[in-house]
């Protein structure tokens, strides 16, 4: 701890901040912002109802509109509270009705008949917005009585009630994909960086040439034909139709052999003398040396997997092989979208990224930066 507080509080002159230290600390902040802002607007957004999502101007926080209900009036609908300044005195009050916008009608709940069901018109307290200079805007926006409410409903409707939104079905359909795609991704992309980079033969570098080409190309112009190629396979509405056709990746075979470039050759030079196999110098010496390179290449494969939505979109048709992001279209209607759901929704399915790259994001700044030098 001591070590990180001297990191933060170091200053670029000896005794002084300097105008460099307040570029510097200005930029981390602005950086923050804008990493995290969006993230934490989503998850704050996620506790608010569908109302609440409307407002204008819109407010981080999910305020909510404080109500009171009164026994044997109205009970079905609870009436919203108001501060009200009346004759120099500010008043809790519950407002019943408003005509024309400007003329609201209020009880106090702290003064009202014995018998509450007998409440007329006599009893309500008229407040006239035009004969107090008042616009109807700023009125609703600052004597409205709101509090902090977080709405759990959002996640608890979804988790256990909804009827459309299998989340155990979708999880363990996301989880499958992502785990054996990101195996298969790490296997078929080691053997082949293990061998354009310590091999020799004829067209090797045309062939790793070609392979950072396919970067070039657009994923909608492979779209059908590697949809045709499933179908003939039959592996059409099956997840192994998710999970194959992007098993290799240019940018894993790439970001591998430009750190397996870094491993000597007289290891694997030695190992062939005492009589190791192809196969046990890759598997008892390549790869764990890598293991920087492959620890980047998994956290990355477990994104692209875990967040993929258009070809499993394309790929799979049943309900029950759906995956999380494809299960979030249980909120979507022809005429309405369920926000809330979707948001408190989307927050959990950012929650096993967070948790892996919190495990794995050591390896990251290693395993890029290494890429490329020869040690």
């Known amino acids: 701890m001591t070590a990180i507080r001297n990191f933060i509080i170091r200053k670029h002159g000896r005794n002084r901040v300097d105008v460099v230290d307040f570029m510097t600390y200005l930029y981390l902040v602005a950086g923050v ?32 509109h404080q109500t009171v209900v009164i026994e044997g009036f109205n009970e079905d609908q609870p009436l919203e509270l108001y501060d009200v300044e009346i ?9 019943v009705n408003v005509i024309a916008s400007v003329l609201y009608q209020f009880l106090d709940p702290e003064n009202l008949p014995d018998d509450t069901a007998s409440i007329s018109r006599d009893d309500y307290i008229e407040y006239n917005l035009r004969d107090q200079g008042i616009d109807p805007r700023d009125f609703e926006s600052d004597a409205r009585v709101e509090k902090v409410t977080f709405a759990t409903d959002n996640y608890r409707i979804p988790l256990q009630e909804s ?14 994909v992502t785990l054996v795609a990101t195996i298969i991704t790490l296997v078929i992309n080691s053997m082949a960086a293990f061998a354009l980079s310590k091999y020799k033969f004829a067209g090797r570098d045309t062939i790793f040439v070609i392979i950072i080409g396919t970067l070039m190309i657009p994923i909608s112009v492979i779209l059908v034909p590697v949809f045709l190629v499933i179908t003939q396979l039959d592996m059409n509405n099956t997840l192994w139709g998710v999970i194959i056709p992007g098993a290799a990746t240019p940018t894993g075979v790439f970001l591998l052999r430009q750190y397996m470039l870094t491993i000597p050759d007289e290891l694997i030079e030695s190992a062939r003398i005492d009589g190791a196999s192809e196969w046990r110098i890759y598997w008892q010496i390549i790869l764990p040396l890598a293991r920087p390179a492959l620890a980047v290449l998994a956290i990355f494969s477990v994104m692209w997997r875990w967040n993929d939505f258009l070809w499993p979109l394309i790929v799979l048709q049943r309900n029950e092989l759906f ?53």
């Open 87 to 95: 004759d120099g005195e500010t008043k809790r009050l519950a407002k």
């Open 163 to 176: 009827k459309t939104f299998r989340f155990d079905v979708y999880l363990k359909n996301s989880v499958i």
């Open 323 to 375: 995956t999380l992001q494809l299960g979030l279209n249980a909120f979507q209607g022809e005429l309405q979208i369920q926000w809330d759901y979707v948001l408190a929704m989307t927050v959990v399915t950012l929650l096993p990224i967070t948790i892996v790259f919190a495990f794995l994001q050591r390896f990251i700044t290693s395993g890029i930066a290494t890429t490329g030098m020869k040690g």
């Open 33 to 64: 912002l804008v990493m995290f802002g969006p993230v934490l607007w989503v998850i704050m957004s996620s506790f608010k109802t569908r109302d609440q999502l409307f407002e204008r101007p819109p407010r981080i926080l999910p305020y909510k």
